[in-house]
């Protein structure tokens, strides 16, 4: 298997060279070159197998000759060893054709730990095998950033840095940052906003020399590795209720858009998807462009659904490229002009397309906390409100009768006490692993939003001895 550029000007690579790229080198994002297929007979034949073994299976045709299959199911078997139920993705059933797949059993309690416990092991796989060493940085809000320490703090080839802005993510995970004491972990403070905590990202990676003398790659959604191993939790979801002799839906609260193009990647491979209902907060650019082919942006604002407030959807770009026929200049001349203009010019037959398989479905922070309220009432169900974002697109846009859909549940409601407690009167207590979150030890370094500063601290984190920097 190999990847191409959404853009077509980067070189193709094998899956370990994406897996260390991230973002490819023309600005594009990788995808594989061609969809690999399964039969009927493919997908009951994963029936049989516990979700590690599924994952890997499925994981196999984008690694290709990368990673041996062995290593891929030990790798799997580790990453999903941390995750708090038997059934690794339980679903819940909450009406006659409605279920909600809990993503929140892994260690940060969000969907995140899917992607991220896996991939921080791939990483050290690969670095192992090329006798290499890295340091990842990243700018977080708060999900990406706690769940990318979760799942590199004990990888014996990979340090971590992560930038938050002061005092503007929630106390659970600020804590789950600062609380590992492992001697890989870097977590700054910085005096500022998100935004800025990204600029530094971005500059930091623009400082050519910085970047080499100090081995650097990014955390951040748009790694295809993380994509991939998002498919999995769609199959076996969809092969609990029937398929592949029964077709199902599926209702993802959104953001980047990862989550969701996952699934797109699973119908892609022939599984029987017949509806993807992508569900928005107060920042909608996704339900606006469903709606009326609306892709236009607008300030950020914040919403009870911190994960989800994003101006612009960054994995958009590889469904448009599939939607354009894998036109990569075209996809190039619309990205182009939508960083130009703040408008992207998505091409009528391109749209209808998209809407054939997707809709769209928004619901600001009352309406957000009514279904809460409403589905602790009716169905003695507690979703913190990204998963009951997703599972009131899910009752907006039934696919059919006898059709099940299946929202994803992306966050436990324990990480959003406040939200929760207005809506239904009670702050959900943490799962006992986290029970003492609150009791640790935070550590981290505050610092104002200057690049010598951050580039300072962020070099001598690096060029500490890498055999300290074994958990
Ligand atoms: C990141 C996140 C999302 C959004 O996922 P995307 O892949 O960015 O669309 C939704 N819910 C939760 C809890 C998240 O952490």
Redesign the pocket.
Known sequence: MHYVSTRGEAPAGDFAAVLLAGLADDGGLYVPSAWPHFSPADWRALRRLDYPALAARILQPFIGDAIPFASVEALSRDAYRGFRHPATVPLVQLGPHLFAAELFHGPTL???DFALQLLGRLFDHVLQARGEHLTLIGATSG??GSAAIAACHDRARLKIAILHPKGRTSDIQRRQMTTTHAPNVLNLAIDGTFDDCQDLVKAMFADAPFRAAHRLSAVN?INWARIAAQIPYYVATALALGAPEREVAFAV????????LAAYAARRMGLPIVRLIVGSNRNDILARFLAGNDMSLRPVEPSL?P??DIAVSS?FERLLFELLDRNAEATTAIMQEFRASGRMPVPEAAWRRARRLFFGFRLDDPGTEAEIRRLNDEAGYLA?P?SAIGIAAARAHPPGPGIPVIAMA??HPAKFPDAMARATGARPPLPKPLADLYEREEEMIEVLPDLAQVETLIGAFAQRNSSEGHA
């Open positions: 969000a969907f995140k999900d990406t959604s609260p959104s953001g980047n858009f990862g989550n969701v659904s994960s989800m994995n913190d990204h992306t966050a």
